[in-house]
T-cell receptor, first 111, second 117 residues
């Protein structure tokens, strides 16, 4: 079955460092990968989308890559801040199929 | 522009009861999808509607049902509630540029927190 896996349940990082989150997919060829941020008790908020024919996308301190050979997307937050602490979710969809979310990585940025 | 609105935000039910949750999408969005979120399982897809038609359905029992109205508002219903149905139910709307598939991000509401006692 199609699976989206985010390797780390939790990631602690020091303020100012780059946080790197991983999303792997199996039995799947998604046309798009998306990354969302979710704060406790709130709905997820869209951050970035990357298409299968794109290698890299950037938005301010955020960068996402998409490697269709490795079946992997990496999500980077550079110069991390305490306010970046949240759960980050990756999501994928192929054609008409349902959107599948990973279980998320809880990022804690330590001052 | 108003965001996605979900009502009620919190509710408590007992086993065997039924519940109806409502979702008003962003104006102009014709696609609405529902998700169940629990600590152990993450975001699980329930169903997706586009122009009043169910496009996709997740692996949930028939006790979970939904519908979409002509104004794109959507409701989901859970009958014969079980303890395991306690979760945050999230609705998301999307502006599909064509009927060929998903080309935009999902806009989520704040969710309806259901507790089943």
């Amino acid at each position: 079955s199609q699976k989206i896996e985010q390797n780390s349940e939790a990631l602690n990082i020091q303020e100012g460092k780059t946080a790197t989150l991983t999303c792997n997919y199996t039995n799947y060829s998604p046309a798009y990968l998306q990354w969302y941020r979710q704060d406790p008790g709130r709905g997820p908020v869209f951050l970035l989308l990357i298409r299968e024919n794109e290698k890299e996308k950037r938005k301010e301190r955020l960068k996402v890559t998409f490697d269709t050979t490795l079946k992997q997307s990496l999500f980077h937050i550079t110069a991390s801040q305490h306010s970046d602490s949240a759960t980050y979710l990756c999501a994928a969809r192929q054609g008409y199929q349902k959107v599948t979310f990973g279980t998320g990585t809880k990022l804690q940025v330590i001052p | 522009k108003a965001g996605v609105t979900q009502t009620p935000r919190y509710l408590i039910k007992t086993r065997g009861q039924q519940v109806t949750l409502s979702c008003s999408p962003i104006s102009g969005h014709r696609s609405v999808s529902w998700y169940q979120q629990t600590p152990g399982q993450g975001l699980q897809f329930l169903f997706e509607y586009f122009s009043e038609t169910q496009r996709n359905k997740g692996n949930f029992p028939g006790r979970f049902s939904g519908r979409q109205f002509s104004n794109s508002r959507s409701e989901m219903n859970v009958s014969t509630l079980e303890l395991g149905d306690s979760a945050l139910y999230l609705c998301a709307s999307s502006f599909l540029k064509s009927d060929r598939g998903w080309t935009g991000e999902l806009f989520f509401g704040e969710g309806s927190r259901l507790t089943v006692l």
